[in-house]
Structures are given as structure tokens and as C-alpha cells.
């Protein structure tokens, strides 16, 4: 929620700002994590910071859909928590490539301000770990790299003819590096992508079932007429 044009039809048809309408219902009462989040004024935020209530900050999605900007320097400095999502691949995402969301969310927030320094890469990659774990209520589980916490890591090559010359590793994590890039995946400590290939899922069944899930989409809109 929080996202789109539903703020203007929350005021339209309850009269009641944003965040006001989820009070009432009593969903910030326990654990919430707010999606995209673009139509959130300073009232909202201000709801959002005293439920102690999370967001995801979807670029990709929010440019695809036009559905709008989050402020997401206002959100980050007012000190609630904004991690980063793919949202979903059926209409408003085509991939779950959380580099890609690092980078175009550094670069959205550069276009729409008219400032290079908006979102400094460092900054977009801690929305991708340690912030998104505390918009997830984790971040003394997962996050970061210690002692203590789920051992969730993840290695990428660096001998690509783009992965190279690296100056700044944040700078090249947010801008040169793509999910391609990404060898090994460990998750609580289980493996399950070792040399780029996954190994915990059949993934020609998987790509078998998709074509098959295809078919009946092409011909579900095909009777619809869309």
C-alpha cells in the first residue's frame, strides 16, 4: 500500500489523508512494511515514524507503472526505515535483480531532485542490507556481516570486461555489477547457488512449468480481448 494514485481515492472516499485510513483500520498497530510509499506527505511520514512502521522502495516497479517518486532522502534522514524490493513480475516488474534496484534507485533520486550527491551509492546499498533488515524488524538477525547474525552472503566475479577498472566498491556494487554477476549465494548458512547455478531448485522443471503458465495466460487474454 502507499503507493500509486490510492491516495487520492483514500481522501476521496473517506476523507482521511493516507496513513490515517490504516490507523483507523488498526494495521500500524503491529508489525507493517509499507510498499513504494511515493505519495506520502510530511503528515504521513510523520504517522509512519511514530508506529515505527517500515517501507520497501521499489524504483523499478514505480517507473514502469508511472506510479510516482518516494522521497526517499526525506524518508531515510527522518530515520524510518527504507529497504529495497523488486515488487512483482507480473505487470510491474520483469526481473528480481536487486542490483538493478541498488543502481535505479540512486539514479531516480539524482533525476527527480536535480542533485548528483541525492542517494549516494554507500547509502542505496545499505538500504539493500542493513536499512531493509531494520524495515523487517531483523536487523539482529540478518543485515550485516557478524557475529551472531544468519550467515546470508553472497559473492560475485569481478573479471568482466564491465566489472573493471573498480575505484569504489560501493560505487561498483551500485553501478557496474549486475545480479548476473552473483557466483555463490549462502542463505543461514545453506548454499544454494554455487558457480552461478542453482542447486536447490529443478530449475528445466521450473522453466517447463513457466512456459506451460504462458500458454494459458496468451490464452486467457486472448479471450478477454487485452
Known amino acids: 500500500f502507499f503507493s500509486s494514485r490510492r491516495r487520492h481515492t483514500s481522501k476521496l472516499v473517506t476523507g482521511v ?33 511514530a508506529k515505527g512502521t517500515g517501507l520497501s522502495h521499489c524504483p523499478s516497479s514505480n517507473m514502469k507503472l508511472s506510479s510516482g517518486v518516494a522521497r526517499v532522502g526525506k524518508i531515510l534522514e527522518m530515520g524510518i526505515p527504507m529497504g529495497l524490493g523488486t515488487d512483482g513480475v507480473a505487470g510491474s516488474n520483469n526481473d528480481h535483480d536487486m542490483l538493478e534496484e541498488v543502481d535505479l534507485a540512486c539514479k531516480l533520486q539524482k533525476v527527480t531532485t536535480g542533485d548528483p550527491q541525492a542517494l549516494p551509492a554507500e547509502q542505496a546499498f545499505a538500504m539493500a542490507t542493513i536499512i ?8 539482529k538477525e540478518i543485515g550485516s556481516i557478524e557475529a551472531g547474525k544468519r550467515a546470508d552472503l553472497i559473492a560475485l566475479r569481478l573479471d568482466s570486461a564491465h566489472a573493471a577498472p573498480m575505484y569504489n566498491v560501493y560505487s561498483h556494487l551500485a553501478y557496474a555489477l549486475k545480479g548476473s554477476d552473483v557466483t555463490d549465494v549462502m542463505v543461514n548458512g545453506r548454499q544454494i547457488v554455487t558457480g552461478g547455478r542453482l542447486i536447490t531448485v529443478d530449475v528445466p522443471e521450473i522453466l517447463a512449468k513457466a512456459a506451460e503458465y504462458k500458454t494459458k495466460i496468451a490464452r486467457s487474454l486472448a479471450l478477454t480481448g487485452k
Open 17 to 49: 489523508q493516507t496513513c490515517a485510513l490504516p490507523i483507523l483500520l488498526g494495521v500500524l498497530d503491529g508489525w507493517t512494511i509499507g510498499a513504494h510509499g511515493v505519495w506520502l506527505d510530511d503528515a504521513d511520514l510523520a504517522i509512519l515514524k
Open 132 to 139: 531493509g533488515a531494520r524495515a523487517l524488524g531483523l536487523e
